[in-house]
């Protein structure tokens, strides 16, 4: 079902597989999925309308300005605000399409 190489003690597999674990036992589906965790935390990817929002600092918002939007995980602007956060969150993604959490 995983990758070769996917348990490697990290968090963010954990974090996958026990919320595969969770749609296999019935829970509800997830719709939204975090970009980072405490201090990297970055925003949330909406998993039922394909859009990832990314939160702003104070010092980075303008009047007005909630966060940007960004509905194509391909766009190189999502590159350029994440970096390699960018490159995680479509591999949790992928993960999560191929578990059949969405």
Request: with cysteine; net charge negative; proline share 5%.
């Amino acid at each position: 079902m995983f990758p070769s190489g996917f348990w490697q003690g990290s968090c963010r597999s954990l974090k996958i597989y026990t919320v595969c674990s969770q749609a296999e036992a019935g829970w509800p589906f997830l719709l939204s999925w975090p970009v980072g965790m405490g201090k990297r935390f970055q925003g949330v990817y909406n998993l039922f309308h394909g859009q990832l929002r990314i939160f702003l600092s104070r010092e980075e918002k303008t009047p007005g300005q909630e966060g940007i939007v960004i509905s194509d995980l391909s766009d190189p602007v999502l590159d350029e605000l994440l970096r390699e956060q960018a490159d995680e969150l479509r591999e949790d993604i992928v993960l999560l399409e191929g578990a059949g959490i969405f």
